[in-house]
Structures are given as C-alpha cells and as structure tokens.
C-alpha cells in the first residue's frame, strides 16, 4: 500500500537529508532546474520507495537516543524502544563497569551506552562480519574511545566473571511469523532465531550465566509474547530479581534480571 503523505513526507526528508536541498527550494522555488544526477537519484528513490525499503536504509543514516548512526542493508535498524534499554543503564549504573553489548549490530546500544558513560568499558560482540564494518564505521563517525569491537558468536569469546553487564537485543522472531515480510529489507539473521524465536535468547542467558560476575545483570529485549518463557529460562539459570518492562506501546518487551 502506497500511503502519499507519508511519502510525500519521506520525499522532503529526502531532499534536504541527501540532496542538500533547503525549505525555499523545496516549497517556494520549486520550478528550480534539476541537475541530471538529482534527477537519477530522485527516479532512483521512487523506486526503492516502491518496493518498500525504509527510509534510514535510502538515507543511509538512523536517529538512535541522540546520536546519528550510519545504517545499510547490512544491519538492522535501531527501533525506539530498545532506548530504554540504554535508559535503564543511564539511570541505574554509574561507577566504572564493564558492558557487554552482544550482537551489537550497528553499535547502537553499546555505542550510546558509552557516549553516555564515558568511565565505562564497553564491549559490542558481533558474529557478522558485514554488520562489524557498519559497526566500526559508527565506533569511528561517533569517536567513541570506550568502545571496542569483537567478531564472537555472541558471548562465546569471553572468559569467566568478566562483565558487571550485559546487554542484547537479539533476534527472536520465529521463522513462519508473517510479520516478517514487513522486514523484508532488514537481514534475517538480526531478525530470525531457531526454536520459535527463542534459540538466540536462550543461547545468550546461558553463556551469561558464565561471563557475568556474582551479582551481575542481563538485560533483554524479546517479543511481546515471549515474557514468560523468558523469564523461566532465566529462572532455570539462576538469575534472581527479575523484572519486565513494557515498552512505549504498553508491550512486556524488556527483562532483566541479576546472576545469584
Ligand atoms: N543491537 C542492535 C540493535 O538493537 C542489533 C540487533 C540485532 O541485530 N538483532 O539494533
């Protein structure tokens, strides 16, 4: 379905974000020439339009708390509500901490998390080595010193007791979901995990329980169905204190929960 405000909206965003144009060449000066290669590239827009890629992927940039990250086809792209994850550490941690962000993607979650907390040591795990070079080119675009990257299958490379923290936004969406097609331009491996979209989480509690100090925390993001058997796995696993929070649409999207 074609929705025209919305595009026509996208549209302005579009020439002004990546062809530099300004309000008056849009609205009042509209019958100004195109130069060819604006011409291509508005053609070129319509049609990525068309076929329904998202705008952060044409723009090649994405607002994520309050920073600009660079974002291609190669990563997912950061959604509003995995901020209050990054909230959730601002307000609650303040002394100097070691972060795991695991399967980080574009870098967004472990990046903000170290723009925001320069004493921390913030790491960001990725096993994908495309999303790694979309995630160095936003480590290097943001600086962020505190910040450092490792090719790893989520925890697996990290030894013993080393992580006060550790944070993911892993893929849990199971293979058959039909919303899935809405998400046809984002990679299936940040979206898709095995066991009904509960593999990846499963893997990351577990490894957790040996990378994380006596006492430390995880903090998930998961499906809005997947409360529950979230928080049994994190129960059988020896995780204490465990909560959920609901995210801006009242959705159970976040759990934490503390290692015994
Ligand atoms: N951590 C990244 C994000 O939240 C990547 C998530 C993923 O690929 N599943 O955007």
């Given amino acids: 379905m074609f929705d025209s405000d919305a595009i026509k909206n996208e549209f302005i965003l579009f020439l002004k974000e990546k062809l530099h144009f300004n309000d008056s060449e849009i609205y009042i000066d509209s019958d100004k020439a195109i130069s060819n290669t604006n011409k291509y590239l508005i053609k070129e827009f319509l049609k990525q339009k068309k076929e329904g890629v998202p705008l952060d992927y044409i723009l090649n940039s994405s607002k994520f708390y309050e920073y600009e990250f660079f974002v291609d086809s190669r990563v997912l792209i950061p959604r509003p509500e995995t901020e209050i994850l990054v909230d959730y550490v601002n307000n609650h941690f303040s002394s100097p901490i070691k972060v795991l962000d695991a399967g980080t993607g574009s870098g967004c979650i472990g990046i903000s998390v170290a723009l925001q907390n320069p004493s921390f040591q913030v790491y960001g795990s990725e096993s994908s080595e495309v999303a790694l070079n979309v995630a160095s ?96 796995i994190l129960k059988e696993n020896n995780f204490l204190d465990i909560k959920n929070f609901k995210d801006f649409q009242n959705l159970p999207r976040i759990t934490l929960a503390t290692l015994e």
Avoid: R
């Fill in 137 to 232: 080119i936003n480590k290097n675009n943001l600086n962020v010193e505190n910040f450092l990257l490792i090719c790893a299958d989520w925890l697996s490379c990290f030894k013993t007791k080393t992580f006060d923290l550790v944070l993911s936004n892993p893929p849990y969406i199971a293979d058959q979901d039909p919303h899935l097609e809405d998400l046809k331009h984002e990679p299936k491996k940040a979206l898709v995990a095995k066991d009904s979209g509960l593999g990846d989480l499963k893997l990351i509690i577990e490894q957790s329980t040996k990378v994380l100090k006596k006492g430390g925390m995880l903090i998930l993001e998961h499906g809005c169905e997947q409360e529950n058997e979230v928080g049994n």
